[in-house]
């Protein structure tokens, strides 16, 4: 039978769903080199977002596109009289097959290019629920150039009712787009790959078993000079990361959870050297330690109040895309949110994270903290209010004779207060093309 003859029927078959949205914000935030004030700045940003869904029997795919776009200091203008602006896009695409009886199958793609704003700069990668401190970026950088592509694969393979195994992989490319970005994001490409075994032995406890290893490559640096002093050259980073890791989630109760990771890891390769005692541009590292990490989750409701919060630490090696390097780092961190009936919703969260050196490398500390509310008038709008402080700290020591890395630029204090307001479209239900073909005269 023809192909073109099948084309009704799966059509017809084939469900969609969309969402469309636009947020415009106002904010205040510390001050850049870049802007004219010294104490703080203002911006507006606009930022539209699409995204849209198609499901056929065992296929799904979604796909979505929000650009930013941004007015720094819009009550100024640049050289040549225009309001300074910038601009970044981000496009996300996934698929998914799954049939019964089968593995399930799945893959998606992440590009992000443009500018990044690192004065505002939130918890990159955080997973929802699960606060993280935000990564150390140095003060008054202000404005990069980015272009970063993260793309993934994977099947879920159901062994049996209770057996799980899942299968990743992945790759990452990029950071900053010209010389001066790649100070502050030097380009990176990475591969990974991991495995899961899940074991859900009651309806209360479930184990898991992880093993993954991830090749990380950071590219060479070349010494500048910012304002202020000499910054050597940073040689980059190869790095080889291993994790052996079993995990253990309990059901303590219907809205309350936790969870306990051990294993062990393991570094190996070269990084920048920043031990003042040490000569070389790189420094060789072979690094056997420990994976810790524990989270713990509960949800309150009571009369048309719910109250979520969230705790977690961990103890693994940190991937630091700004520094260049990979480090182990200690971090530990709280999330509470609130709604209610009546559609106001508030959230708190905080964490603290510490690098580990090793012999007399400089430890870095970041602690941040994050708030906001927001009240859902309707289903097309919402308004929200937030405000962001980092703190990040790091001795600031000499280059020492024979060391090729000095000291990234001191590290200091970020804070950010915004007030946003988002106009919502969404279908309110599966729209079939079936459907769509069958409309006009």
């Known amino acids: 039978m023809s192909p073109l003859v099948l084309m009704p029927l799966l059509l017809a078959q084939t469900h969609a769903n969309w969402e469309a949205s636009v947020r415009t914000e106002v904010r205040a935030r510390t001050a850049t080199a870049q802007d004219q004030g010294t104490n703080a700045a203002g911006d507006v940003e606009l930022r539209p977002f699409l995204s849209g869904s198609l499901f056929n029997g065992p296929w ?80 008054g950088l202000g404005l990069v150039q980015e272009l970063t592509t993260d793309t993934s694969v994977g099947l879920d393979w159901y062994l049996t009712q209770r057996l799980t195994l899942t299968l990743t992989g992945g790759f990452v490319y990029g950071g900053g787009t010209d010389e001066v970005s790649r100070r502050s994001l030097p380009l990176q490409s990475s591969y990974r790959v991991g495995s899961k075994l899940a074991w859900l032995a009651s309806r209360l406890d479930t184990f898991a078993l992880n093993a993954s290893g991830q090749y990380v ?46 294993g062990i890891t393991g570094v190996v390769g070269q990084i920048p050297n920043t031990d003042p005692n040490v000569p070389g541009a790189f420094k060789t590292i072979n690094n056997p330690g420990g994976l810790v990490a524990a989270g713990f989750s509960h949800r309150e409701q009571l009369k048309g109040q719910q109250v979520d919060f969230r705790l977690n630490a961990s103890l693994a090696p940190f991937v630091d895309r700004f520094a260049g390097s990979v480090y182990q780092r200690v971090e530990a961190g709280g999330t509470i949110g609130w709604s209610n009936a009546q559609r106001f919703s508030a959230s708190l969260s905080a964490g603290v994270a510490r690098s580990l050196p090793v ?83």
């Open 60 to 139: 799904s795919l979604n796909g979505s596109y929000s650009p930013t776009f941004r007015s720094r200091e819009p009550y100024s203008t640049n050289r040549m009289g225009a309001p300074i602006g910038d601009h970044s896009h981000v496009v996300q695409l996934g698929g998914v097959w799954a049939k019964e009886g089968t593995a399930r199958v799945f893959a998606g793609e992440f590009f992000n290019y443009g500018t990044l704003d690192l004065s505002t700069l939130n918890r990159e990668g955080a997973v929802a629920g699960q606060p993280a401190p935000p990564p150390p970026v140095r003060t």
């Open 217 to 262: 490559r950071f590219f060479q640096v070349p010494a500048y000079n910012d304002g202020m002093r000499e910054v050597a050259a940073n040689p980059g980073a190869r790095v080889v990361i291993l994790e052996l890791s079993t995990r253990y989630d309990r059901l303590l109760a219907e809205e309350t959870t936790v969870d306990v990771t051990v």
């Open 359 to 441: 012999g007399n490398e400089l430890a870095l500390t970041s602690v941040y903290g994050e708030g906001g509310g927001g009240y859902q008038g309707d289903p097309w709008w919402r308004v929200d209010v937030v405000g962001r402080l980092s703190v990040n700290r790091q001795d600031n020591l000499p280059v020492a004779a024979g060391m090729t890395v000095g000291p990234p630029p001191p590290l200091g204090t970020q804070w950010v207060v915004g007030l946003s307001l988002t106009l919502i479209a969404a279908s309110q239900q599966p729209r079939t093309f079936q459907a769509e073909e069958k409309r006009g005269p």
